[in-house]
């Protein structure tokens, strides 16, 4: 069965700053790998995706994420963080029989 | 605009009685998802559907049920044999079930509290 470890609960960094989020993923064939983001009260909204070719994928509002095989990671990236950004951070890798495995999520704090 | 529809958003139950959680999409996807969701645990998979008339148990469907009649709608009852339903319910749903490259299309979710 797929798993996906989002070892940072909660990640505090200033506005302007970069920002990395990690997710590690368990799966044994090729993994479907996503990011979304959700404030607080709402449903989920699509950040990026990876299923295949170049390993680094853009995404909206102006993130992107590695995908690294050897490494089971899949990293979330944001060159300049904006206070807007304060969210939830959720992983998740989708299997071919189309279900989703969800991390714990990450929760970012953006300083003033 | 199309797009998910979940109602209400808050929803409060007497223990004992049965509720049932709205779920309406215009996307004409054809699989759909039910996922609750409890501080600091993720999101856990209730019940999924890939086609109309059939669906599947998640990691988590004691104490609810659902039903796909039409490709539209796909409501979720919390009965009283959850044993702690207070949570956050979110619905989603992606074009096709397989293959698995196609993201979710999520509500806004409905907060559901026992009282």
């Known amino acids: 069965a797929q798993s996906v470890t989002q070892p940072d609960i909660h990640i505090t960094v200033s506005e302007g700053a970069s920002l990395e989020l990690r997710c590690n993923y368990s799966?044994?064939?090729?993994?479907?790998l996503f990011w979304y983001v959700q404030s607080p009260g709402q449903g989920l909204q699509l950040l990026l995706k990876?299923?295949?070719?170049?390993?680094l994928v853009q995404g909206i509002k102006g993130f992107e994420a590695e995908f690294k095989r050897s490494q089971s990671s899949f990293n979330l990236r944001k060159p300049s963080v904006h206070w807007s950004d304060a969210a939830e951070y959720f992983c998740?890798?989708?299997?071919?029989?189309?279900?989703?495995?969800f991390g714990d999520g990450t929760t970012l704090t953006v300083k003033p | 605009d199309g797009g998910i529809t979940q109602s209400p958003k808050y929803l409060f139950r007497k223990e004992g009685q049965n509720v049932t959680l709205s779920c309406e999409q215009n996307?004409?996807?054809?699989?759909m998802y039910w996922y609750r969701q409890d501080p600091g645990q993720g999101l856990r998979l209730i019940y999924y559907?890939?086609?109309?008339?059939?669906?599947q148990k998640g990691d988590i469907a004691e104490g609810y049920s659902v039903s796909r009649e039409k490709k539209e709608s796909f409501p979720l009852t919390v009965t009283s044999a959850q044993k702690n339903p207070t949570a956050f319910y979110l619905c989603?749903?992606?074009?096709?079930?397989?293959?698995?490259?196609?993201?979710?299309?999520f509500g806004s979710g409905t907060r559901l509290t026992v009282v």
């Open positions: 996307l004409n996807h054809d699989a």
């Open positions: 998740a890798v989708r299997t071919n029989a189309g279900k989703s495995t």
């Open positions: 990876y299923f295949s070719g170049d390993t």
């Open positions: 799966y044994g064939a090729t993994p479907y």
């Open positions: 559907s890939q086609i109309v008339n059939d669906f």
């Open positions: 989603a749903s992606s074009i096709s079930p397989r293959p698995g490259t196609q993201g979710y299309t």
